[in-house]
Nanobody, 125 residues
Framework: QVQLVESGGGLVQAGDSLRLSCAASGRTFGNYLMGWFRQAPGKEREFVAAIRGSGGTTYYADAVKGRFTISRDNAKNTVYLQMISLKPEDMAVYYC??????????????????WGQGTQVTVSS
């Protein structure tokens, strides 16, 4: 069982930066693929970014490439999402997710077994 707790959300202006954190329980954090998803009001939850257990490979949705950076600190059982140049369309509840790291699609929500409660990111224009 893995428990995930997100933090770092808040209200920012367009163009600002924000860093989200997700703290995970458990002693085998490095064995898990970690992902970030987001859900805007009235929209389906969508993939944002993912990072392999070793931290060596990262994946991004086209909408955030070049602006968001996912990273992890396996010693701290924490994954981060650094967001720069935020846009109003980035406003959403951001969720951290985890699954055991195996070869396969990283952007499918159904493949993730564990989810955090979400943290709100609000971007004003």
């Amino acid at each position: 069982q893995v428990q995930l707790v997100e933090s770092g959300g808040g209200l920012v202006q367009a163009g600002d930066s924000l860093r989200l954190s997700c703290a995970a329980s458990g002693r085998t954090f490095g064995n898990y693929l970690m992902g970030w998803f987001r859900q805007a009001p009235g929209k389906e939850r969508e993939f944002v970014a993912a990072i392999r257990g070793s931290g060596g490979t990262t994946y991004y949705a086209d909408a955030v490439k070049g602006r968001f950076t996912i990273s992890r600190d396996n010693a701290k059982n924490t994954v981060y999402l650094q967001m720069i140049s935020l846009k109003p369309e980035d406003m959403a509840v951001y969720y951290c997710a985890a699954r055991y790291d195996y070869t396969g699609s990283v952007d499918s929500q159904r493949s993730y077994a564990y989810w955090g409660q979400g943290t709100q990111v609000t971007v004003s224009s």
